[in-house]
């Protein structure tokens, strides 16, 4: 076991079986093929991928899928890649990129530290999101939350300097966390934390997950940080 193997041993998710319909599973035959990235260990030809220099936003755990669309919708002079681990999630994006015929996003279906580590050029993507990754609220699951030193290594080796990391909860006690592990970083300083109900997010449109956090009286916490050189 490699000392890469053996940090992972401890994950961030549990991959859930969830039920494809048959329009989730027809996107996957038909639409996959197109726009689907396998994961592997040789690094990413951003240029090749997308068939030309952009700015690269990378998502971590997109999801259904829904506010990822939009966002390439939104932005075409930039190029996105999704990362998500669950088919389901993939399947209703690929249906979405469809209908919004957006041509500058990508998917990939894998442990999306792996795909940090390994197939993301250093230096190669402008920003990086992650919205409401799972809290993991009991203290004894704390260790699985993605937010962790090692991690924002691996974000910041992706990023060009001056790059931004943006990360949104709605857990109070997962914000907490964010802000000590991000405080004590020298790799990543604060531009901006926005702490409200909803009605603001940061650069970013609403998510599923933010909508179902609001209904149980949760706040929302944003926050823009930059790579520092």
């Known amino acids: 076991m490699t000392e890469s193997d053996h940090k992972r041993s401890i994950r961030s998710?549990?991959?859930?079986?969830?039920?494809?319909?048959?329009?989730?599973?027809?996107?996957?035959?038909?639409?996959?093929?197109?726009?689907g990235v396998q994961y592997?260990?040789?690094?990413?030809?951003?240029?090749?991928?997308?068939?030309?220099?952009?700015?690269?936003?990378?998502?971590?755990g997109f999801g259904n899928g829904d506010t990822l669309v939009a966002q390439a919708a939104e932005r075409p002079e930039a190029d996105f890649l999704g990362i998500e681990v669950h088919e389901p999630g993939?399947?209703?994006?690929?249906?979405?990129?469809?209908?919004?015929?957006?041509?500058?996003?990508?998917l990939l279906s894998h442990d999306a530290v792996e795909v940090l580590d390994r197939q993301i050029p250093q230096s190669s993507v402008d920003r990086i999101?992650?919205?409401f990754p799972d809290p993991w609220p009991k203290k004894?699951?704390?260790?699985?939350?993605?937010?962790?030193?090692?991690?924002?290594e691996l974000c910041w080796r992706?990023?060009?300097?001056?790059?931004?990391?943006?990360?949104?909860?709605?857990?109070?006690?997962?914000?907490?966390?964010?802000?000590?592990?991000?405080?004590?970083?020298?790799?990543f300083e604060l531009e901006e934390r926005r702490e409200h109900a909803g009605?603001?997010?940061?650069?970013?449109?609403?998510?599923?997950?933010?909508?179902?956090?609001?209904?149980?009286?949760?706040?929302?916490?944003d926050w823009r940080y930059r790579a520092i050189e």
């Open 140 to 152: 004894r699951h704390h260790k699985r939350r993605i937010v962790q030193p090692a991690f924002l």
């Open 90 to 106: 993939v399947g209703h994006c690929l249906i979405k990129l469809r209908e919004a015929e957006v041509s500058n996003l990508r």
């Open 40 to 60: 592997g260990d040789d690094p990413l030809d951003w240029e090749t991928l997308f068939g030309r220099d952009a700015p690269r936003v990378v998502e971590i």
């Open 13 to 35: 998710f549990v991959r859930r079986t969830g039920r494809l319909t048959a329009s989730q599973q027809r996107a996957l035959d038909e639409i996959w093929p197109s726009v």
């Open 129 to 131: 999101n992650l919205y």
């Open 158 to 187: 992706a990023l060009r300097a001056g790059g931004a990391l943006h990360i949104a909860t709605d857990w109070a006690n997962y914000a907490e966390h964010i802000d000590e592990v991000l405080e004590a970083s020298p790799r």
């Open 199 to 221: 009605d603001r997010p940061l650069e970013r449109p609403q998510t599923k997950f933010e909508r179902r956090g609001l209904k149980l009286g949760h706040r929302i916490v």
